[in-house]
């Protein structure tokens, strides 16, 4: 497993733009597929985006295509959450989420693929 540290989350108004950050600790972050997740209260966690080993292949919840922007850079074991024209029902507490995988071009949709987590950060945006 690798360990997850996300941070970048705060208060904005709507229409307003943040970005996330999930830093990983340990030498293979290249080898995971990479998501966010999120969690409003008294709702389930729900799927926000998912991003390949390689940074190639990304895929986007319909709620937040084209608004949100996903990358990651191996480098720097981070993966970003570009998120632009945010609404208030974008507010909740956001998890990025590391995969196993040792194929280059997945990613996945389901949490249940996904072996570790961050705490997550609070996204509030006021109306």
């Known amino acids: 497993q690798v360990q997850l540290v996300e941070s970048g989350g705060g208060l904005v108004q709507a229409g307003g733009s943040l970005r996330l950050s999930c830093a990983a600790s340990?030498?293979?972050?290249?080898?995971?597929?990479m998501g966010w997740f999120r969690q409003a209260p008294g709702k389930e966690r729900e799927f926000v985006s998912a991003i390949a080993q390689s940074g190639t292949y990304t895929y986007y919840a319909d709620s937040v295509k084209g608004r949100f922007t996903i990358s990651r850079d191996n480098a720097k074991n981070t993966m970003y959450l570009q998120m632009n024209s945010l609404k208030p029902e974008d507010t909740a507490v956001y998890s990025c989420?590391?995969?196993?995988?040792?194929?280059?071009?997945?990613?996945?949709?389901?949490?249940?693929?996904?072996?570790?987590w961050g705490q997550g950060t609070q996204v509030t945006v006021s109306s």
């Open positions: 340990g030498r293979t972050f290249s080898s995971y597929a």
């Open positions: 989420a590391a995969a196993p995988t040792a194929i280059g071009s997945v990613f996945y949709t389901s949490e249940n693929k996904y072996d570790s």
